[in-house]
Protein backbone atom coordinates (compact mmCIF):
# COMPACT_ATOMS: atom_id res chain seq x y z
CA UNK A 1 0.00 0.00 0.00
CA UNK A 2 1.41 3.44 -1.04
CA UNK A 3 -0.36 5.50 1.53
CA UNK A 4 -0.91 4.95 4.99
CA UNK A 5 -3.03 6.51 7.15
CA UNK A 6 -1.90 7.72 11.02
CA UNK A 7 -4.78 8.10 13.18
CA UNK A 8 -7.31 7.76 15.53
CA UNK A 9 -11.13 6.52 15.03
CA UNK A 10 -12.49 9.29 17.23
CA UNK A 11 -10.09 11.99 16.62
CA UNK A 12 -12.41 14.62 15.14
CA UNK A 13 -9.23 16.11 12.67
CA UNK A 14 -8.91 12.50 11.58
CA UNK A 15 -12.30 12.35 10.40
CA UNK A 16 -12.06 15.03 8.16
CA UNK A 17 -9.12 12.84 6.38
CA UNK A 18 -11.13 9.84 6.23
CA UNK A 19 -14.39 11.35 4.32
CA UNK A 20 -11.97 12.83 1.78
CA UNK A 21 -10.07 9.44 1.85
CA UNK A 22 -13.79 7.76 1.75
CA UNK A 23 -14.98 9.98 -1.11
CA UNK A 24 -12.45 9.17 -3.58
CA UNK A 25 -12.62 5.45 -2.67
CA UNK A 26 -8.65 6.14 -2.35
CA UNK A 27 -6.75 3.32 -1.38
CA UNK A 28 -4.68 3.14 1.93
CA UNK A 29 -3.49 1.67 5.01
CA UNK A 30 -5.07 2.55 7.86
CA UNK A 31 -2.63 2.79 10.66
CA UNK A 32 -4.46 3.17 14.53
CA UNK A 33 -2.26 5.35 17.16
CA UNK A 34 -2.86 4.85 20.67
CA UNK A 35 -1.35 8.39 22.30
CA UNK A 36 -1.46 6.49 25.52
CA UNK A 37 1.19 3.74 24.16
CA UNK A 38 4.58 4.51 24.58
CA UNK A 39 5.58 2.76 21.44
CA UNK A 40 2.71 4.47 19.23
CA UNK A 41 3.66 7.93 20.34
CA UNK A 42 7.26 7.44 19.69
CA UNK A 43 6.22 6.18 16.19
CA UNK A 44 4.19 9.44 15.59
CA UNK A 45 6.95 11.64 17.01
CA UNK A 46 9.15 10.12 14.88
CA UNK A 47 6.99 11.03 11.85
CA UNK A 48 5.59 14.26 12.88
CA UNK A 49 7.33 15.26 16.05
CA UNK A 50 4.16 17.80 17.03
CA UNK A 51 2.59 14.51 17.96
CA UNK A 52 -0.88 14.88 16.80
CA UNK A 53 -2.45 13.08 13.63
CA UNK A 54 -3.76 12.76 11.14
CA UNK A 55 -0.85 12.03 9.42
CA UNK A 56 -0.53 11.00 6.18
CA UNK A 57 2.58 8.99 4.85
CA UNK A 58 3.24 8.50 1.11
CA UNK A 59 5.80 5.99 0.60
CA UNK A 60 6.00 6.28 -3.56
CA UNK A 61 6.55 10.17 -3.34
CA UNK A 62 8.15 9.46 0.15
CA UNK A 63 6.60 12.15 1.46
CA UNK A 64 4.82 12.90 5.17
CA UNK A 65 2.01 14.89 5.03
CA UNK A 66 0.43 16.25 8.52
CA UNK A 67 -2.20 18.53 9.17
CA UNK A 68 -5.64 17.41 7.49
CA UNK A 69 -6.43 20.65 5.46
CA UNK A 70 -2.71 19.90 4.07
CA UNK A 71 -3.53 15.83 3.68
CA UNK A 72 -6.79 16.54 1.74
CA UNK A 73 -4.97 19.04 -0.76
CA UNK A 74 -2.38 16.92 -1.05
CA UNK A 75 -4.75 14.02 -2.27
CA UNK A 76 -6.73 16.39 -4.34
CA UNK A 77 -3.91 17.26 -6.33
CA UNK A 78 -1.72 13.88 -6.32
CA UNK A 79 -4.31 11.23 -5.98
CA UNK A 80 -7.20 13.02 -7.62
CA UNK A 81 -10.63 11.17 -7.81
CA UNK A 82 -14.21 12.09 -8.72
CA UNK A 83 -14.78 14.43 -6.08
CA UNK A 84 -12.27 17.67 -6.44
CA UNK A 85 -11.96 19.22 -3.13
CA UNK A 86 -10.79 22.41 -3.99
CA UNK A 87 -12.16 24.17 -7.21
CA UNK A 88 -10.18 25.25 -10.15
CA UNK A 89 -11.65 28.69 -10.57
CA UNK A 90 -9.74 30.87 -8.02
CA UNK A 91 -12.00 32.66 -6.21
CA UNK A 92 -14.19 29.34 -5.78
CA UNK A 93 -11.16 28.02 -4.58
CA UNK A 94 -10.32 31.06 -1.66
CA UNK A 95 -13.55 30.88 -0.26
CA UNK A 96 -13.35 27.44 0.03
CA UNK A 97 -10.42 27.87 1.94
CA UNK A 98 -11.70 30.43 4.12
CA UNK A 99 -14.85 27.87 5.25
CA UNK A 100 -12.00 25.10 5.82
CA UNK A 101 -10.39 27.56 8.46
CA UNK A 102 -13.61 28.82 9.94
CA UNK A 103 -14.71 25.29 10.37
CA UNK A 104 -11.18 24.17 12.08
CA UNK A 105 -11.16 27.41 14.26
CA UNK A 106 -14.27 28.86 14.80
CA UNK A 107 -15.72 25.66 15.33
CA UNK A 108 -13.34 22.74 16.05
CA UNK A 109 -11.31 23.96 18.30
CA UNK A 110 -14.30 25.79 20.62
CA UNK A 111 -15.63 22.14 20.57
CA UNK A 112 -12.36 20.56 21.10
CA UNK A 113 -11.88 23.30 24.18
CA UNK A 114 -15.13 21.94 25.92
CA UNK A 115 -14.57 17.74 25.33
CA UNK A 116 -11.09 18.43 26.64
CA UNK A 117 -12.38 20.30 29.88
CA UNK A 118 -14.52 17.05 30.39
CA UNK A 119 -11.22 15.21 30.51
CA UNK A 120 -9.77 17.57 33.42
CA UNK A 121 -9.74 16.28 36.97
CA UNK A 122 -11.69 18.47 39.61
CA UNK A 123 -10.06 21.54 40.26
CA UNK A 124 -8.46 21.67 37.05
CA UNK A 125 -11.47 22.75 35.32
CA UNK A 126 -11.57 26.33 32.98
CA UNK A 127 -15.33 27.24 33.75
CA UNK A 128 -14.07 30.66 32.21
CA UNK A 129 -12.53 29.15 28.97
CA UNK A 130 -15.58 26.34 28.35
CA UNK A 131 -17.98 29.87 28.66
CA UNK A 132 -16.34 31.56 26.17
CA UNK A 133 -15.85 28.15 23.83
CA UNK A 134 -19.34 28.07 23.97
CA UNK A 135 -20.03 31.69 23.14
CA UNK A 136 -18.14 31.07 20.01
CA UNK A 137 -20.00 28.23 19.47
CA UNK A 138 -23.40 30.09 19.07
CA UNK A 139 -21.24 32.60 17.39
CA UNK A 140 -20.49 29.96 14.82
CA UNK A 141 -24.20 28.30 14.60
CA UNK A 142 -25.45 31.67 14.15
CA UNK A 143 -23.04 32.41 10.93
CA UNK A 144 -23.21 28.58 9.40
CA UNK A 145 -27.22 29.10 10.05
CA UNK A 146 -27.00 32.75 7.55
CA UNK A 147 -24.45 30.92 5.16
CA UNK A 148 -26.54 27.92 4.44
CA UNK A 149 -29.51 29.72 4.20
CA UNK A 150 -28.92 28.96 0.30
CA UNK A 151 -27.03 26.28 -1.28
CA UNK A 152 -26.33 22.73 -0.39
CA UNK A 153 -23.00 22.23 0.64
CA UNK A 154 -20.73 24.24 2.63
CA UNK A 155 -19.54 26.66 -0.69
CA UNK A 156 -22.61 26.17 -2.88
CA UNK A 157 -23.50 22.61 -4.78
CA UNK A 158 -20.37 20.49 -4.58
CA UNK A 159 -19.42 19.04 -2.17
CA UNK A 160 -15.68 19.71 -1.01
CA UNK A 161 -12.76 20.60 1.63
CA UNK A 162 -14.99 22.56 3.91
CA UNK A 163 -17.79 20.08 4.13
CA UNK A 164 -14.94 17.41 5.23
CA UNK A 165 -14.13 20.28 8.00
CA UNK A 166 -17.77 20.97 8.96
CA UNK A 167 -18.53 17.39 9.83
CA UNK A 168 -16.50 16.11 12.92
CA UNK A 169 -17.24 19.50 14.51
CA UNK A 170 -20.77 19.90 14.20
CA UNK A 171 -21.09 16.16 15.14
CA UNK A 172 -19.51 16.77 18.61
CA UNK A 173 -20.49 20.24 18.70
CA UNK A 174 -24.14 19.28 19.03
CA UNK A 175 -22.95 17.10 21.73
CA UNK A 176 -21.71 19.90 23.95
CA UNK A 177 -23.71 22.37 22.73
CA UNK A 178 -26.93 21.25 20.76
CA UNK A 179 -27.77 23.31 17.65
CA UNK A 180 -31.44 23.96 19.20
CA UNK A 181 -34.90 25.38 17.27
CA UNK A 182 -33.20 28.80 15.75
CA UNK A 183 -30.75 26.80 13.97
CA UNK A 184 -32.86 24.57 11.76
CA UNK A 185 -30.36 25.55 8.25
CA UNK A 186 -27.25 24.06 10.47
CA UNK A 187 -29.44 20.91 11.73
CA UNK A 188 -30.59 20.19 7.74
CA UNK A 189 -26.90 20.64 6.42
CA UNK A 190 -25.64 18.04 9.49
CA UNK A 191 -28.20 15.80 8.09
CA UNK A 192 -27.08 16.33 5.00
CA UNK A 193 -23.14 15.30 5.95
CA UNK A 194 -24.50 12.49 7.71
CA UNK A 195 -26.00 11.09 4.90
CA UNK A 196 -23.11 11.30 2.69
CA UNK A 197 -21.77 7.74 2.18
CA UNK A 198 -18.10 8.46 3.02
CA UNK A 199 -19.42 10.36 6.49
CA UNK A 200 -21.26 7.54 7.18
CA UNK A 201 -18.83 5.32 6.92
CA UNK A 202 -16.63 7.31 9.17
CA UNK A 203 -19.50 7.15 11.82
CA UNK A 204 -20.08 3.52 11.59
CA UNK A 205 -16.16 3.03 12.09
CA UNK A 206 -16.20 5.16 14.96
CA UNK A 207 -19.19 3.88 16.73
CA UNK A 208 -16.95 1.00 18.80
CA UNK A 209 -15.44 3.52 20.84
CA UNK A 210 -18.13 6.04 21.27
CA UNK A 211 -17.95 4.93 24.76
CA UNK A 212 -14.94 6.54 25.34
CA UNK A 213 -16.14 9.86 24.56
CA UNK A 214 -16.25 12.35 27.92
CA UNK A 215 -19.84 12.38 28.85
Known sequence: MLLTLHFHPLASFCWKALIALYENDTPFAPNMVDLGNTADRAALLKLWPIGKFPVLRDDARDQTVPESSIIIEYLDRHYPGRTQFIPADPDLAWQTRLRDRFYDLYLHLPMQKIMGDRLRAEGKKDPHGVEEAREQL???YRMIEAQMSVGTWAT????GLADCAAMPPLFYGNMVEPFGDAHKNVTAYYERLKARPSVA????EAEPYFNMVPK
Open 138 to 140: QTS
Open 156 to 159: GETF
Open 201 to 204: RVLK
